[in-house]
Each structure stands twice: as C-alpha cells, then as structure tokens.
C-alpha cells in the first residue's frame, strides 16, 4: 500500500492492519483486515 501526501515522501506500508485518516480525517480508522482475506484468496485463484 501505498501513501501519498503533499510535500512528502511516499510511505510504502506491508498489509498494514489498520488505516487512520491522521490530521485529515481525525477519529477515522480503516480497518484492512478483510481486504488483506479477500486480496489473499483472489491470489491463490489465480494461481490454481
């Protein structure tokens, strides 16, 4: 995943569990587990 900011670095996370919106969208938290499931299985279809 990765992260774009204005006047930044890309930050490049590996599955991170959780997503926050930080200063943008503050009290916001995405929780990716279920997107990190599914990416998973759709990988192993793939490979069959």
Same mark, same amino acid.
């Given at each position: 995943? *990765?992260?774009?900011? $204005?006047?930044?670095?890309?930050?490049?996370?590996?599955?991170?569990?959780?997503? %926050?919106? *930080?200063?943008?969208? $503050?009290?916001?938290?995405?929780?990716?587990?279920?997107?990190?499931?599914?990416? %998973?299985?759709?990988?192993?279809?793939?490979?069959?």
């Amino acid at each position: 995943m *990765e992260i774009y900011r $204005p006047n930044r670095a890309i930050e490049v996370l590996q599955q991170p569990e959780t997503l %926050s919106g *930080e200063d943008v969208l $503050p009290g916001f938290l995405l929780r990716l587990q279920k997107i990190w499931i599914a990416y %998973s299985n759709n990988e192993r279809d793939i490979q069959k």
